[in-house]
């Protein structure tokens, strides 16, 4: 487990994963009725961009500071800045205090919710872990578990709220995680049906991605939707070119939002400019 998230926080797959989260919890927000979110992989929970490892990577310059200073300058598209408004001020409001910090899933999450909302966040190294209790473990909503995320899945699901979000965010630095991905997918369908269960995925290896996206699409649960972006049109397998996300019961308008979106901040994202949005169901929507 040598992953830190701390080098990648903000970049342009951060960008477009927590914009998708913002959506679905503004989605949520709309009922009063609580809901739960169980974030397997849940990392740190709040990242200092001027810290050594993001200072290390400058990953974030491409990321979240170019979309922040395009809504700055007022270049952002007004319907994709209206739907990336809670992001972006949630985004903000972390730098109050003027140093340049970045929400990861847990503070977003926390910050786009009600006082009856509730969380679990399953993290499963140590040090990662002790600097998530710094930050958010003091909030009353969350109970914060030194729990594999996978584990997590069948542990904690379906919540007793009967609605919300599993976010499934895993490192991917072990081989065969596409596959645990596939089987996270399909035990947390199993365990809660109605719930919004979001995937993440890296793009490097398209004949690996390709193989995912069958083997979601085979599992055959209804209202899968695929979003993904390119940020390079250089493609490695060492180097992250883009970043997709699975989403099993979306929100009915999150796949013309994200399209908004994504079409919007694609062109900004990418590091030659050329940057591509896909926007599709894998499974035939709602
Ligand atoms: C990509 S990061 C999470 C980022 C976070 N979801 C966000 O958006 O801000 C993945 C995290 O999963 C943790 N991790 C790795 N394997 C895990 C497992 N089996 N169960 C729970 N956490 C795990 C890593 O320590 C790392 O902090």
């Not at 599993?166 to 109605?194: I, K, M, N, S, W």
Request: contains cysteine.
């Amino acid at each position: 487990m040598n992953y830190r998230h701390s080098f990648h926080a903000g970049n342009p797959a951060d960008v477009m994963k927590h914009a998708a989260l913002a959506r679905v919890l503004a989605y949520l927000n709309k009922k009063e009725n609580a809901y739960r979110v169980l974030d397997t992989h849940a990392g740190a929970g709040l990242y200092d961009l001027d810290g050594a490892n993001a200072q290390r990577t400058l990953e974030a310059d491409a990321g979240i500071e170019a979309v922040l200073a395009a809504d700055l300058a007022g270049t952002l598209p007004k319907p994709a800045a209206a739907l990336l408004a809670p992001y972006l001020d949630a985004v903000r409001a972390t730098r109050a205090g003027g140093r340049r910090l970045y929400p990861g899933s847990p503070a977003l999450a926390l910050a786009l919710s009600r006082p009856q909302d509730r969380f679990l966040f399953c993290e499963l190294h140590k040090e990662e872990r002790a600097k998530l209790e710094k930050r958010v473990g003091e909030d009353h909503r969350v109970k914060i578990l030194p729990q594999d995320g996978w584990q997590g899945i069948a542990a904690h699901l379906p919540p007793r709220e009967r609605r919300g979000l599993v976010l499934v965010d895993p490192p991917f630095e072990e081989p065969g995680e596409f596959q645990r991905l596939v089987a996270g997918l399909e035990a947390a369908y199993q365990r809660f049906a109605t719930g919004i269960i979001m995937l993440w995925y890296p793009i490097k290896d398209l004949k690996a991605v390709d193989a995912f996206r069958r083997d979601v699409a085979r599992l055959g649960l209804p209202k899968t939707l695929r979003v993904e972006l390119d940020f390079a049109t250089v493609r490695s397998l060492d180097v992250l070119s883009g970043s997709g996300l699975i989403i099993v019961n979306p929100p009915f308008t999150l796949a013309d939002e994200m399209r908004t979106i994504l079409n919007a901040l694609a062109p900004l994202l990418a590091r030659d400019g050329q940057g591509r949005a896909r926007v599709s169901w894998l499974t035939p929507g709602g």
